[in-house]
């Protein structure tokens, strides 16, 4: 798969002092976002990484800006909202699942690192997977008022009561 929102780093291009990236995504990289998360589109999306090294690997920490375009799951009427999310990733030297006989993963505890794919790091890729997580699974526009339509097949089953039968035949 090609990503949408590609910003590949080498790793031997980095050196052992803290490197900053800058990230925006042009209309064609935020197309492609919008059809790939399937919401109505991507406004627009910056990000600022700190990419710190360290002996078994590198640190990335940022924070993104987004304004994404929704449809209400109400009314389906597009709803604009502004996201920011910071995040942090963690990138082994080593693939730390191949290392590893037995991996413990800790729910509450930091995430694995990620591995090293062919020397690179693509920082777009880490950018569009945290624009996603921080996504409104349900987004609402502020005036969407929900009515419940009641059809037959809504409606409460009526309960056949054993003197209901009973009382029909007594009428007969």
């Given at each position: 798969m090609?990503?949408?929102?590609s ?9 052992p ?11 064609a ?16 999306l910056?990000?600022?990484?700190f990419i710190h ?7 990335l920490?940022?924070?993104?800006t ?21 995040f942090?990733?963690?990138f ?15 729910p509450?505890g930091d995430?694995?690192p990620?591995?090293?794919l062919n020397?690179?790091?693509d ?7 945290h ?11 502020a005036?969407a008022?929900f ?7 809504m409606?409460e089953?009526?309960?056949?009561s054993?003197?209901a ?8």
């Amino acid at each position: 798969m090609t990503p949408e929102f590609s910003r590949p780093i080498p790793v031997d291009r980095i050196g052992p002092r803290k490197k900053r990236f800058n990230l925006v995504a042009d209309l064609a990289e935020r197309t492609a976002l919008a059809a790939r998360y399937d919401i109505l589109g991507v406004n627009s999306l910056l990000a600022e990484i700190f990419i710190h090294p360290f002996s078994k690997g590198y640190r990335l920490q940022g924070r993104l800006t987004a304004e994404v375009v929704q449809a209400c799951v109400v009314t389906l009427e597009p709803v604009i909202a502004s996201v920011t999310e910071e995040f942090e990733v963690t990138f082994a030297k080593t693939d730390p699942l191949v290392e590893a006989r037995e991996v413990d993963l800790d729910p509450y505890g930091d995430d694995p690192p990620e591995p090293i794919l062919n020397g690179e790091i693509d920082l777009g890729e880490v950018v569009s997977e945290h624009l996603a997580l921080a996504l409104d699974p349900f987004p609402r526009a502020a005036d969407a008022v929900f009515s419940a339509i009641e059809t037959d097949e809504m409606a409460e089953p009526v309960k056949a009561s054993p003197f209901a039968a009973l009382a029909a035949l007594k009428k007969k």
